[in-house]
T-cell receptor, first 111, second 114 residues
Framework: GENVEQHPSTLSVQEGDSAVIKCTYSDSASNYFPWYKQELGKRPQLIIDIRSNVGEKKDQRIAVTLNKTAKHFSLHITETQPEDSAVYFC??????????FGPGTRLSVLP | NAGVTQTPKFRILKIGQSMTLQCTQDMNHNYMYWYRQDPGMGLKLIYYSVGAGITDKGEVPNGYNVSRSTTEDFPLRLELAAPSQTSVYFCASIDRGQGRSPLHFGNGTRLTVT
């Protein structure tokens, strides 16, 4: 079955700097890759997603890149703000069915 | 739309007790899922359902049971609670008719077994 790895497990950046979180997946048939943000005590919320027919997608300060050949995808957050502090999860899915999640990255944005 | 609603929000169980975690969605989504999230960890799939009357095991189904008698409801049953089932449980749904679309999560149920 699918296996998703995520690095780093924790990440601290200064406010205004960029943050990058990387995920790798094992199933070459996976074709949908969402990213979720989870604040303490809250439910995961979708922040951006990418489909396998696209190499990059951007939404304001957030971007995701996908390398299908290498089977990895990354989340990029620019101009980080304190409210970006949270746990971020990547996930991989085949045709939008069962989702396999990475273990998460705890991002801390230091003022 | 209320989205995905889970009850209760919190529960403490004694070892060996049983309970049902309720999940209902009002978006007419066909796919529904139960995940558990242990402290500091990712989400593990317990059970899922692709429609009323159909359920399947996920990655960690032992100790749990589910049913899907209606499109809206997908309850999760714990028959003999064990300390290893202490976790936060999230129900989620998706409309597969929309192709590849994201999961909609409920607010979670925090369960402690002592």
């Amino acid at each position: 079955g699918e296996n998703v790895e995520q690095h780093p497990s924790t990440l601290s950046v200064q406010e205004g700097d960029s943050a990058v979180i990387k995920c790798t997946y094992s199933d070459s048939a996976s074709n949908y890759f969402p990213w979720y943000k989870q604040e303490l005590g809250k439910r995961p919320q979708l922040i951006i997603d990418i489909r396998s027919n696209v190499g990059e997608k951007k939404d304001q300060r957030i971007a995701v890149t996908l390398n299908k050949t290498a089977k990895h995808f990354s989340l990029h957050i620019t101009e980080t703000q304190p409210e970006d502090s949270a746990v971020y999860f990547c996930a991989a899915s085949r045709n939008g069915q069962n989702f396999v999640f990475g273990p998460g990255t705890r991002l801390s944005v230091l003022p | 739309n209320a989205g995905v609603t889970q009850t209760p929000k919190f529960r403490i169980l004694k070892i060996g007790q049983s309970m049902t975690l309720q999940c209902t969605q009002d978006m007419n989504h066909n796919y529904m899922y139960w995940y558990r999230q242990d402290p500091g960890m990712g989400l593990k799939l317990i059970y899922y359902s692709v429609g009323a009357g159909i359920t399947d095991k996920g990655e960690v189904p032992n100790g749990y049971n589910v049913s899907r008698s209606t499109t809206e409801d997908f309850p999760l049953r714990l028959e003999l609670a064990a300390p290893s089932q202490t976790s936060v449980y999230f129900c989620a749904s998706i409309d597969r008719g929309q192709g590849r679309s994201p999961l909609h999560f409920g607010n979670g149920t925090r369960l402690t077994v002592t």
